[in-house]
């Protein structure tokens, strides 16, 4: 899945700022430690995919995977452009990956989350709780109040009033994505699909992220009829490589170079079959 100019430009909003397609769970997503963490408690998509077993080991960090909107649009660009920074240094120019802004690929992915009406093009996020604040019990935030209290803080005043620690109803932050397709290879026959994208900031790696949005698309995408699947990655990148060897996947002889930035790195094409 390249998505490079002559080279195929992704389908979707990479195109706009001319960034490879392809679905890289090493650079952003999970490493083979995470893939092997399994899927968090949190995660609403095992129940309804069946993509997580009773077997399955909590992660370090809990999660949650849910289909994405346009609201996440900017997240999505973030979290993306993280990972290319922190990833791809021995691949591409440093110029062109310190150039790659969220602003420039928000909109992309904006148009293309809102303009999906057969649902062709599924995308998925990974969220996690940011961080709780505490606060005097009864006060609220923007008019809300807090919803449970942690804990008394015995003996602790503020201005003459007895205080207790409460949390506010939590915030979530999105820290990956997966998104899939039809297939852009004329040699991939039906029924079958793409995965363009897997994706994880680089702060949040070794979780299980990756496992659960890859697990995610790939239980979407058979109970829509497709019987292979595809990828591509880039063939200097070890630990996505290993990372989809995990899971199930193999390279099936599909290979190309691309022309980024000055830089020609080879992507080499993997799949998944049924049965």
Do not use: C, K
Request: charged fraction near 25%; proline fraction near 7%.
């Amino acid at each position: 899945m390249d998505s490079q100019g002559s080279l195929r430009l992704e389908r979707g909003p990479d195109d706009a700022v001319d960034l490879p397609a392809e679905a890289d769970a090493g650079s952003e997503a999970a490493s083979v430690a995470g893939a092997q963490a399994g899927f968090g408690p949190h995660a609403e998509a095992r129940a309804r995919s069946g993509a997580i077993s009773a077997a399955d080991t909590p992660p370090l960090r809990p999660f949650n995977v849910r289909r994405a909107t346009q609201e996440d649009a900017r997240a999505i660009a973030e979290v993306t452009v993280a990972g290319w920074r922190a990833t791809y240094r021995h691949l591409l120019p440093a110029e062109y990956l310190d150039g790659l802004t969220p602003r420039n690929r928000e909109a992309g992915w904006r148009s293309w989350l809102a303009t999906d009406p057969d649902d062709r093009l599924p995308v998925w996020v990974a969220e996690v709780e940011s961080e709780d604040g505490s606060a005097v019990a009864g006060h609220g935030v923007g008019g809300v109040a807090a919803r449970r209290v942690v804990g008394p803080a015995a003996g602790h005043v503020v201005g003459g009033v007895a205080a207790r620690q409460v949390v506010w109803p939590p915030t979530r932050r999105v820290v990956g994505l997966v998104s899939a397709g039809p297939p852009r290879d004329e040699d991939v026959a039906a029924p079958a699909a793409e995965v363009y994208a897997v994706y994880v900031h680089p702060d949040e790696q070794r979780h299980g992220i990756g496992r659960a949005l890859l697990q995610t698309a790939v239980a979407h995408l058979r109970q829509h009829g497709a019987t292979d699947l595809v990828l591509w990655v880039f063939e200097r990148n070890p630990r996505a490589r290993t990372f989809y060897e995990v899971m199930g996947w193999r390279p099936d002889g599909g290979r190309q170079a691309l022309e980024l930035a000055g830089a020609s790195p080879v992507e080499i094409r993997y799949r998944l079959t049924a049965g």
